[in-house]
């Protein structure tokens, strides 16, 4: 059967919840969202999510700074866009559900060879 693609908040919401627990199963990267309250930290996924994908307005948050210092390296980003990568597919299909994986893509590939590069330097 064909999956349907991402078109609402709801759809946003299920693709956050389905990741997070897929996240909390990883051995390279549950410890890095161990300490975190998930009751406020989805809702500001889904509200980026949302400014991607469904053009919602109002998300102004610098995303590279909230990275900047969890030493997490390039292979931990991998790591966490390929994880990315089989929820959108598990559950969607179409325009957005590429566009989001592209764009999990190019900021995990960005945000991973900025901090090994940091990394280096310290
Ligand atoms: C190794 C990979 C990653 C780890 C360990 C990680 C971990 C975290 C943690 C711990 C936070 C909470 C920070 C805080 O509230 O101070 C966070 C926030 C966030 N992350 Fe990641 N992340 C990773 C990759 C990504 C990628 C690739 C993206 C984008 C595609 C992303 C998007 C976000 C967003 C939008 C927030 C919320 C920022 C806010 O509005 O406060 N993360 N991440």
């Known amino acids: ?15 956050v919840d389905v990741f997070y627990d897929r996240v909390l199963q990883d051995e390279k ?9 998930f009751e406020t930290h989805k809702p500001k ?7 991607v994908l469904l ?6 948050t610098n995303v590279f700074d909230k990275h900047a210092n969890l030493h997490a ?15 959108v597919n598990e559950l969607f299909e179409g325009e957005k559900a590429e566009a ?6 190019t ?9 090994d590069a940091l990394n280096k330097q310290a």
């Not at 053009?55 to 102004?60: A, C, I, N, R, V």
């Not at 390296?73 to 929820?87: A, G, Q």
């Open 1 to 15: 059967m064909m999956k349907k693609d991402i078109q609402t908040k709801e759809d946003i919401v299920q693709l």
């Open 29 to 37: 990267l549950a410890h890095f969202f161990a300490h975190l309250d």
């Open 45 to 51: 996924m889904v509200h980026f999510w949302s400014f």
């Open 55 to 60: 053009d919602e307005p109002g998300y102004t």
């Open 73 to 87: 390296n390039s292979s931990d980003f991998n790591e966490w866009v390929s994880l990315f990568h089989m929820t």
């Open 100 to 105: 989001a994986k592209f764009r999990a893509t």
């Open 107 to 115: 900021i995990g590939f960005t945000f991973g060879s900025k901090i």
